[in-house]
């Protein structure tokens, strides 16, 4: 079945996201492959926002669980191995919380995958105490992320996060 996801136009973010997080919901509801979902979900995102130029997952490696390895996205290509503790994703996987970029040029450490990128923020996704992924997400704008993505992104993560256990 098509699925269409139509974001309410609205130059307020918390708008946008309001209108778009229980079409996310919708969109994995009757799904329970993984990578299906996932791929879905950065869709989603990435066409809602004019500024998203990358959106994608980092998923935890199971041979080295110190190591995230690239999981569904959308976007240009990207580095498919990132340490815990290293670049944006590394941090907000290491830390277990959010990190919000303003410009990655300041951001010690950041990794550069598509040069277009200027701000970024990284969600991580806890399970149990532990992190088992990150959704990481690009803008081609400066300062494009606050605290309104932080709380509407952190939501999202809660109520998407039963996928990762149904692969
Ligand atoms: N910039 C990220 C790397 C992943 S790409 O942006 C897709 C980082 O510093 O972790």
Same mark, same amino acid.
Not at 136 to 149: A, M, V
């Given at each position: 079945m098509a699925f269409k996801i139509e974001v309410t136009e609205s130059k307020v973010k918390a708008e946008k996201y309001e209108s778009l997080l229980p079409q996310i919901v919708a969109l994995i509801k009757n799904e329970n492959n993984l990578i299906a979902n996932l791929g879905n979900v950065c869709s989603a995102l990435k066409? !809602? #926002? /004019? !500024? #998203? +130029?990358w959106v994608g997952f980092y998923l935890k490696c199971e041979d080295n669980q110190d190591e995230l390895v690239l999981g569904p996205f959308q976007g240009r290509v990207a580095?498919?191995?990132i340490s815990f503790g290293k670049g944006v994703c590394g941090k907000a996987a /290491? !830390?277990?919380?959010?990190v919000i970029v303003e410009n990655v040029d300041e951001f010690t450490g950041h990794i550069v995958c598509d040069p277009m990128s200027k701000s970024e923020i990284v969600v991580?996704? +806890?399970a149990e105490g532990e992190v088992i992924a990150v959704l %990481? +997400?690009? !803008?081609? /704008?400066? &300062? &494009? #992320?606050? %605290?309104? %993505?932080k709380k509407y992104l952190e939501m999202m993560i809660e109520n998407i996060k039963h996928i990762f256990s149904e692969k």
């Open positions: 066409y !809602s #926002f /004019e !500024s #998203f +130029i580095c498919t191995r /290491e !830390s277990k919380k959010t991580p996704v +806890i %990481d +997400i690009d !803008s081609g /704008e400066y &300062s &494009s #992320f606050d %605290d309104t %993505d």
